[in-house]
């Protein structure tokens, strides 16, 4: 069966520090991948995605950056961490090809970063 | 453009009685919808989809959601709440991206309690 490991589950940095969180995925292949921020418990905001190694596209402009160096593997970064990147961050995974569209998110557990 | 409304931020609802929580929905095309659940310091879970076919979806934990398209409607039930369907709900459709490529478009999410 598929899982999604993610890591660390929380994080206090402080401002100006880097960033760098993990998400990989086992039991399937060439997933498309995903960073979501959850802010204040509520609305979901899609950061990242990828459909292949290497292939990153950005929803939001912002101090974060994402890669995949490996099929199974989603890092998200940052050279300098702000306050307002305080948040719960989702990473998650779904099937690639013709039935993508059909194809639920499955999520990890959550990254809570706190920048003090 | 794609949008999901869940109009209420929270729902209460006392144990063993039925429980509705609503989603509207704008979409081109034909609408892929979702429902997810998130349980404190947790990722989303996947509770059911409709993609075609009949209107009324069964999926997880004995939730189902009837698709209304006059109504651009896809509200989730159940029966009979338990204490332990307290959570976060998130409605989610599904929107071509471009280049083959889907992502989900969240509502705000709605909390539900459910009152022992």
């Known amino acids: 069966s598929q899982t999604i490991h993610q890591w660390p589950a929380t994080l206090v940095q402080p401002v100006g520090s880097p960033l760098s969180l993990e998400c990989t995925v086992e039991g399937t292949s060439n997933p498309n991948l995903y960073w979501y921020r959850q802010a204040a418990g509520r609305g979901l905001q899609l950061l990242f995605y990828s459909v292949g190694i290497g292939q990153i596209s950005s929803e939001v402009p912002q101090n974060l950056s994402a890669s995949r160096p490996q099929d199974r593997q989603f890092i998200l970064s940052s050279k300098k961490l702000l306050l307002s990147d305080s948040g719960f961050y989702l990473c998650?995974?779904?099937?690639?090809?013709?039935?993508?569209?059909?194809?639920?998110?499955?999520f990890g557990n959550g990254t809570r970063l706190t920048v003090t | 453009a794609q949008s999901v409304a869940q109009p209420e931020d929270q729902v209460n609802v006392a144990e063993g009685n039925p429980l509705t929580v609503k989603c509207t929905y704008s979409?081109?095309?034909?609408?892929?919808l979702f429902w997810y659940v998130q349980y404190p310091n947790r990722g989303l879970q996947f509770l059911l989809k409709y993609i075609t076919g009949d209107n009324l979806v069964k999926g997880s934990y004995g939730f189902e959601a009837e698709f209304n398209k006059s109504q651009t409607s896809f509200h989730l039930k159940k029966p009979s709440a338990l204490v332990s369907d307290s959570a976060l709900y998130f409605c989610a459709v599904s929107y071509n991206s471009g280049a083959g490529s889907y992502q989900l478009t969240f509502g705000k999410g709605t909390k539900l309690s459910v009152i022992p």
């Open positions: 998650a995974w779904s099937n690639r090809g013709s039935s993508s569209y059909n194809s639920p998110l499955h």
């Open positions: 979409v081109s095309g034909n609408p892929y």
